[in-house]
């Protein structure tokens, strides 16, 4: 287990090449668009290690100054084709494909999405992202929100590891709302596709206390390392869609 916290400078982020289990004619999931509603996520967002980045973008896509990126933990408890389902996963700001309201398009590093196989087949199938199947759940103790995710023992494949998120209330909840761009490389790797998310929901400020990631030795993200956590927050009650 590696540890970035305040206190504590260094974090792998061991997310991408996670072994895909096999899916069957009833694990398929209807195509898209989903819609996911009573949504809850941890999120903290970073700034990547230049070096730790080199070789794990595709062609095309590149960056944006400053290296900028986060983690998020969710839960989505109802909607339409997908839900309810869990997720865990980390990405990287990049150039080019910014929302209808300005945001940077985002590259998904790798994470999990399940526990039911058909999520991450879904996200693969249909928006080509590098993501296995795995869990997350979330919790408040002691004056934190905590939000863990990942593949472990009894979510259908071998102990691939975790992401876990800490982060502490740090001001009033307010009305948000938005939409956001994730770029993937399409079937065949060849070309890119995009995700839109349109959301809304309870924002709520955090300050960041800690990240913590395992995965398996030698995967593409053990070489993602955390430079800086910029901030933090939680989207509670939230309502987002997943278009082409």
């Keep these: 287990m590696k540890r970035f916290s305040a206190k ?18 009833d694990q398929v999931a209807p195509p898209p668009p989903y819609l996911m509603t009573g949504a809850n996520t941890v999120t903290i967002a970073v ?25 998020n933990v969710y839960t989505a408890d109802g909607g339409f084709g997908l839900s309810p389902y869990s997720a865990a996963y980390a990405y990287v700001d990049v150039t080019g ?15 999990w999405y399940g526990p039911d196989p058909k999520v991450a087949a879904a996200m693969r199938t249909h928006f080509f992202s590098d993501v296995g199947t795995g869990d997350a759940s979330q919790s408040e103790t002691g004056g ?8 472990w023992t009894g979510t259908g494949g071998d102990d691939q590891g975790t992401i876990t998120l800490t982060v502490k209330p740090g001001g009033d909840c307010v009305t948000a709302a938005g939409s956001l761009n994730y770029v993937g490389v399409a079937g ?12 809304v929901g309870d924002f709520c400020p955090a300050e960041p206390v800690a990240v913590e990631i ?8 053990d070489r993602i390392e955390v430079a800086e956590m910029l901030g933090g927050g939680r989207l509670r009650g939230g309502a987002f869609a997943f278009t082409k």
């Design 47 to 71: 700034k990547w290690d230049a070096a730790s980045l080199d070789g794990l973008l595709p062609d095309g896509v590149v960056a944006v100054d400053g290296l900028t990126g986060g983690l």
């Design 97 to 111: 494909w910014d929302s209808s309201v300005g945001a940077s398009a985002r590259f998904i590093l790798g994470g």
């Design 214 to 221: 395992s995965g398996p030795e030698g995967s593409a993200l």
């Design 8 to 25: 504590v400078a260094c974090a792998a982020l061991v997310i991408s090449g996670l072994s895909a289990p096999m899916v069957t004619a």
């Design 144 to 151: 934190t929100w905590t939000g863990t995710g990942g593949t």
């Design 188 to 199: 065949g790797g060849d070309g890119l596709d995009l995700l839109k998310i349109p959301f």
